[in-house]
């Protein structure tokens, strides 16, 4: 059964920064793409940023661009998201996803697999 368990969350002032990590239980971790979504209520799911598990290559959504970076540490399964200069807008709940390939979807329709999310709340 695959597991995706986020940590990090939290409450940060405006301009701090912030790591969330993203723990998942998949067979084979390369064999999988991952992406960092966020999401307020009342609105739809976000695209912040997604990675390759095999080839590396990363996207970033408009909001996370110059502030937010994804990485991996294929050794222990695990996905982060640096985010750094971070403004009140950036409040929402995130949430990492896992989806068969190597290709990076910025449509939350495209995973397989969802952790529970972990709050962030940027205070102004």
């Known amino acids: 059964q695959v597991q995706l368990v986020e940590t990090g969350g939290g409450l940060v002032q405006t301009g701090g920064s912030l790591r969330l990590s993203c723990v998942a239980s998949l067979r084979t971790f390369s064999d999988y793409s991952m992406g960092w979504f966020r999401q307020v209520p009342g609105k739809e799911r976000e695209f912040v940023a997604g990675?390759?598990?095999?080839?590396?290559?990363?996207y970033y959504g408009g909001a996370a661009r110059g502030r937010f970076t994804i990485s991996t540490d294929n050794a222990k399964n695990t996905l982060y998201l640096q985010k750094n200069s971070q403004q009140p807008e950036d409040t929402a709940g995130y949430s990492c996803?896992?989806?068969?390939?190597?290709?990076?979807?910025?449509?939350?329709?495209?995973?397989?697999?969802w952790g529970q999310g972990t709050q962030v709340t940027v205070s102004s």
């Open positions: 990675i390759g598990l095999n080839s590396g290559s990363v």
């Open positions: 996803a896992a989806n068969r390939g190597d290709a990076i979807w910025t449509s939350p329709d495209h995973y397989d697999y």
